[in-house]
């Protein structure tokens, strides 16, 4: 089954969803963020949410998750994470992981759902 088939499948159950928008919906929107919220990091547990930037966009968040060290398992259990809401959703949502400008040594977790998302290089 190719991606566009599985995107297609998801997008196609739920009327008015539009994939290149993921989180415009807010059971998409609350379920992944109680899904990140309930992770368990391995060297410290659980992380409270904290929007970094404001609110969740249509398109990408970011979550402060402070000063944290990830380990192999964090990101092969996170990636196991959006595999899962992709396949039931449709979509391709992806993460990446950078060091904030603002907080010395807080690491940001950047959740993109959309190729339509800023692109922000600075």
């Not at 990408?60 to 809401?85: K, M």
């Not at 993460?95 to 940001?108: E, G, V």
């Amino acid at each position: 089954m190719t991606s566009r088939h599985l995107m297609s499948v998801g997008a196609a159950s739920r009327p008015g969803f539009d994939p290149l928008e993921p989180f415009a919906n807010k059971e998409l929107l609350d379920e992944l963020v109680g899904e990140l919220g309930k992770f368990r990091y391995k060297l410290y547990g659980s992380i409270p949410i904290r929007f970094h930037r404001g609110e969740p966009t249509a398109y990408e968040f970011d979550l402060n998750l402070g000063v944290v060290h990830f380990t192999e398992q964090d990101f092969q259990r996170l990636s196991e994470i959006f595999q899962q809401i992709n396949k039931k959703w449709g979509t391709r949502m992806t993460f990446c992981i950078y060091p904030s400008k603002d907080q010395a040594r807080d690491m940001i977790l950047n959740v993109r759902g959309s190729p339509r998302a800023p692109a922000e290089i600075d």
